[in-house]
């Protein structure tokens, strides 16, 4: 589960017209900016802070990576084999 609502984003020549056509205010690149999780682009690297599904443990996680979790979101090796084990 994604549990923050607003990423800190670098703005750069791969996403500046991504953002704007979001609505964003282009402030120059290599500058940052907050834009809401939802308005992420699908390949984002922007980390993201994550709670652990199994063991409720907060992380940081690449929202490009939270997007190939289908349902659960796990923090590590151990809890995906506590979750396997479970099934």
Known sequence: MITN?????KWSSRNWKFYQKKGYK???FNSFFNA???????????????RCDVCGKFFMREYRHTK???????CSNECMSRLMKNK
């Open 5 to 9: 609502q607003v990423a800190r984003v």
């Open 26 to 28: 282009f402030t120059g």
């Open 36 to 50: 809401k999780v939802k308005d992420l682009s699908k390949g984002s690297t922007t980390k993201v802070l994550c």
């Open 68 to 74: 190939r979790a289908k349902k659960t979101m796990v």
